[in-house]
């Protein structure tokens, strides 16, 4: 129950710092939530029906990869994280609380790894491309941090045609806070 408990926590924390931090102010994110604002931009399909149907997907092969027990500490973040982000995402009394973009970038940097940290640590998923990433290091023994930061670098490139410069370079931020928060949380108390 307290790795339950841990997850949740997690995606509260994710879909707070994407929707009413990251989103909200136009910073360039990586991950799922990065990759539906590709496809938002081009295809006009809400970020967060994207962002639902994409993590389906990605635990479906989670499923079939990475097993039962994997997966139903996924099937939390899968469905929740969507939900959720939704929820902050309605919230108007949330947005805009500020309009610092470089504290803007820290804080969302920081409670995303954290999220994402707790849930990983866990023993779950966030549904989201962790999943490839924890397939990857399964089978070839290559870091979950290192694949997440490739694949949320290859998302920002995505999103440099319709992003301006200042949100290019504070999305890099946050990825390397986030990358940073994440891999502080999964190598404490290793040794």
């Known amino acids: 129950m307290k790795k339950i ?11 707070f710092a994407i929707s009413t931090l990251i989103l909200d102010n136009s910073i360039v994110a990586g991950g799922v939530s990065g990759i539906s604002t590709v496809f938002h931009f081009y295809t006009g ?8 149907i994409i993590n389906i997907a990605l635990f479906i092969i989670g499923f079939c990869f990475l097993g039962k027990a994997f997966a139903m500490k996924t099937l939390v973040s899968t469905f929740l994280f969507p939900i959720l982000l939704e929820f ?7 947005h805009g609380l500020l309009n610092d973009q470089l504290l803007i970038c820290i804080l969302g940097g920081f409670l995303l790894g954290l999220g994402i940290g707790l849930v ?3 023993g779950g998923s966030t549904g989201g491309f962790d999943i490839l990433a924890l397939i990857v290091e399964k089978y070839f023994k290559i870091p979950v941090t290192l694949l997440v930061n490739g694949i949320d ?16 370079v504070y999305g890099i931020m946050t990825i390397l806070i986030t990358a940073y928060m994440m891999n502080y949380l999964l190598s404490s108390g290793k040794g």
């Open 88 to 94: 902050f995402n309605q919230q108007p009394y949330l």
């Open 5 to 15: 408990i841990q997850i949740i926590i997690g995606n509260v924390l994710m879909a």
């Open 120 to 122: 990983l640590k866990a």
């Open 153 to 168: 670098a290859a998302i920002l490139v995505l999103q440099i045609s319709f992003h301006s410069a200042p949100e290019i």
């Open 45 to 52: 399909i809400s970020v967060y029906l994207c962002v639902g």
